[in-house]
């Protein structure tokens, strides 16, 4: 009897934990089921360059996953029924009902309005592929000398915006932060921000807390009003509401809330990664959303999932953190060093080297997908479920 481990989302963090489940894994003894909405796999990284304007390269997950012992579903999935471990998809072929021994739960997250009124109406944002290509037709239709404001100073806004700049000088770029510039970054990392940001022309409003978006105008908490053709929302990420309507323990964010193996604290059977997963690092401070967690995220779920499956060791210790990589334009870029638990020390990479660096890690990412087991040799062990019923499927359940 095949163990079946659904993983919902194919993503970074989603596809990465499918592939690595498949590496450490017998085909017999486990039956992988891979779920995802859309047919291409999306480099969400990659967001900011697509709004601007640049073409990515496809990626069919049909393709990706071809031969791998994963099976791809292209479905939405609509509800999921934890107490009774099913799922309840929805593609072309009308909806359906699956069951799992494992869940691994990836959806992600999209953009954040934070409750401020008129982003939803007014707002573009690049959290997803259709919002990135939205925001792409617009831009292509803004005159010589039109204003595009983007709000929010954090690494989504900090990418786009020195994207926009370089690739569209025609336009006046704009940013909007809470703070100050590059607040939480080194010394070298700030002054570095600031040159770049002069050199490509970037206006940049400071300690400017947006408290309401319009058609063609946002206001500050301050009572500042700055006027822009778009504006650009990009302070930060907010989880899918599925998660919201299962019985799954959750943070005040939404997100899942899980242990150091990624496992669910509340049910046993579900594991949650990426930015849908709420899991302490170093320093017991919860993971940020980004890539940076996500991958690792999934190696600990993979190889947590088949170490209880075959009596294997579970590692256990915080995952932390190297390094925050942000490309400004395609010819710069800040690499800044950080603690385990993300906080920035004096030590940066800048210019030309960082933005070749930033772009070896984006390429990195997707190789990861295909290569998930980085690093690690690959152990095809037999799941005990298989060898010792039914007193492993109790060990499995507990
Ligand atoms: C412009 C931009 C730049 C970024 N740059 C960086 C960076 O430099 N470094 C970094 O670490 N992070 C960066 N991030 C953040 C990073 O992209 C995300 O944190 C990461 O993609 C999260 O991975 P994930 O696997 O959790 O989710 P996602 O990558 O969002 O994948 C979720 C998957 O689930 C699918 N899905 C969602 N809902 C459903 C449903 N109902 N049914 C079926 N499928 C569904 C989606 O189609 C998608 O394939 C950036 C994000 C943006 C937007």
Redesign the pocket.
């Known amino acids: 009897m095949q163990h079946r481990i659904i993983v919902?989302?194919?993503?970074?963090?989603?596809a990465i934990a499918a592939g690595r489940l498949a590496k450490r894994l017998r085909r017999e003894d486990v039956a992988i089921t891979l779920?995802?909405?859309?047919p291409d796999f999306?480099e969400?990284?990659r967001?900011?360059q697509l709004a601007a304007g640049q073409d990515l390269e496809p990626r069919p997950l049909r393709e990706m996953f071809a031969g791998t012992g994963v099976a791809l579903k292209l479905?939405?999935?609509t509800s999921i029924d934890v107490d009774r471990k099913t799922v309840a998809v929805q593609s072309t072929e009308g909806t359906e009902e699956l069951a799992y021994d494992t869940l691994v739960y990836?959806?992600?997250?999209g953009g954040n309005d934070q409750g401020v009124p008129g982003v939803a109406e007014h707002a573009h944002q690049?959290?997803s592929r259709p919002g990135a290509l939205r925001l792409r037709e617009r831009l292509a239709g803004l005159a010589e000398g039109e204003t595009v404001l983007v709000v929010g100073g954090g690494?989504?806004g900090l990418?786009?915006v020195t994207e926009l700049a370089e690739t569209r000088p025609d336009l006046d770029v704009t940013l909007a932060t809470r703070a100050e510039l590059g607040d939480w970054l080194s010394s070298k990392g700030r002054a570095h921000l600031r040159k770049v940001i002069d050199r490509l022309g970037i206006a940049v409003y400071e300690n400017a807390a947006v408290t309401a978006v319009g058609a063609d105008r946002v206001t500050t908490a301050d009572g500042r009003t700055f006027l822009a053709a778009v504006t650009v929302w990009t302070t930060g990420?907010a989880v899918?509401p599925?998660a919201a309507a299962t019985s799954l323990e959750l943070a005040d964010s939404g997100r899942i809330v899980v242990d150091a193996t990624m496992r669910s604290v509340s049910h046993p059977d579900v594991y949650a990664?990426?930015?849908?997963g709420h899991a302490l690092g170093a320093g017991a401070r919860p993971l940020r959303?980004?890539?940076?967690s996500?991958t690792p995220m999934a190696w600990r779920a993979a190889d947590s999932i088949a170490a209880r499956l075959t009596d294997g060791k579970l590692t256990d210790t915080p995952l932390r953190y190297f390094n925050q990589?942000?490309s400004l334009g395609r010819e710069d870029g800040l690499i800044q060093f950080v603690t385990a638990d993300d906080r920035a020390v004096d030590h940066a990479l800048t210019g030309r080297f960082a933005a070749r660096y930033k772009e070896l890690v984006c390429k990195g990412a997707v190789w990861g997908v295909a290569n998930p087991t980085l690093g690690i040799p690959v152990r095809r062990r037999r799941a005990v479920a298989e060898r010792v019923e039914p007193k492993a499927t109790a060990r499995i359940a507990a």
Request: glycine content about 14%.
């Open positions: 919902l989302g194919a993503g970074y963090s989603g779920v995802n909405a859309e999306v969400r990284v967001m900011h479905a939405k999935v990836a959806l992600g997250s690049i959290a690494l989504t990418e786009f990420f899918h599925l990664i990426g930015d849908a959303m980004s890539c940076a996500g990589c942000i």
